[in-house]
């Protein structure tokens, strides 16, 4: 079992910047993807970013050049700056890990952005 933790949401306005944190704790070998969906009320549950284990990493295309996610890997944690905040970033963004043939969520954090 793969614990998930997120951190670092909250209220901002246009224009600002976010950065969430996740930590990853329990069985965590195997662990091959890490990565950040968000949700909107009314809207499905979306890919934001994710990073593989060689580094390589894939963005919804409405953050690209905004939003950079990172991974380190001595400390468990995944991370995802968020900049250039817009209305349209309001959501409730979980953290997940993919493990062989499970994948794991975290609680989910709140980011609110106002106009």
């Known amino acids: 079992q793969v614990q998930l933790v997120e951190s670092g949401g909250g209220l901002v306005q246009t224009g600002g910047s976010l950065r969430l944190s996740c930590a990853a704790s329990?069985?965590?070998?195997?662990?091959?993807?890490m990565g950040w969906y968000r949700q909107a009320p009314g809207n499905q549950r979306e890919l934001v970013a994710r990073?593989?284990?060689?580094?390589?990493?894939n963005y919804l295309d409405s953050v690209k050049g905004r939003f950079t996610i990172s991974r380190d890997n001595a400390k468990n944690m995944v991370y995802l700056q968020m900049d250039s905040l817009s209305p349209e970033d309001t959501a409730v963004y979980y953290c997940?890990?993919?493990?062989?043939?499970?994948?794991?969520w975290g609680q989910g954090t709140q980011v609110t952005v106002s106009s």
């Open positions: 329990g069985s965590i070998s195997g662990i091959s993807v």
């Open positions: 997940y890990a993919k493990q062989r043939m499970s994948t794991y």
């Open positions: 990073i593989f284990n060689g580094g390589t990493t």
